[in-house]
């Protein structure tokens, strides 16, 4: 059975940093395209970076310059590293792994950006 648990959500002032983990088990994420997702209320959920399995890197306008990120074969674990963050970075991020065709999602982990 597949699972994804995000960890490393939180409070945060702008200007601070965070690290959002994604925990796979059930899958090897070696062989796995992965990605950062996040949703506002009110808005639908946008790509926020992505890596294929040739280790491709896509990151969105928006985070560009600021997130990365990565993939851990051995913890099998993708990670997301967000640094400057802004209060518009506010949201709950979800970790997404398409594994032989399927997709699947973690449960969302919320970011807060705010003094």
């Known amino acids: 059975q597949v699972q994804l648990v995000e960890s490393g959500g939180g409070l945060v002032q702008p200007g601070g940093s965070l690290r959002l983990s994604c925990a796979a088990s059930?899958?090897?994420?070696?062989?796995?395209?992965m990605g950062w997702y996040r949703q506002s209320p009110g808005r639908e959920r946008a790509l926020v970076a992505r890596i294929s399995r040739g280790g491709n890197i896509n990151y969105a306008d928006f985070v560009k310059g600021r997130f990365t990120i990565s993939g851990d074969a051995a913890e099998n674990t993708v990670y997301l590293q967000m640094n400057s963050l802004k209060p518009e970075d506010t949201a709950v991020y979800y970790c997404?792994?398409?594994?032989?065709?399927?997709?699947?999602w973690g449960q969302g982990t919320q970011v807060t950006v705010s003094s």
């Open positions: 059930g899958l090897s994420v070696s062989i796995a395209d």
């Open positions: 997404n792994i398409v594994y032989l065709g399927i997709d699947y």
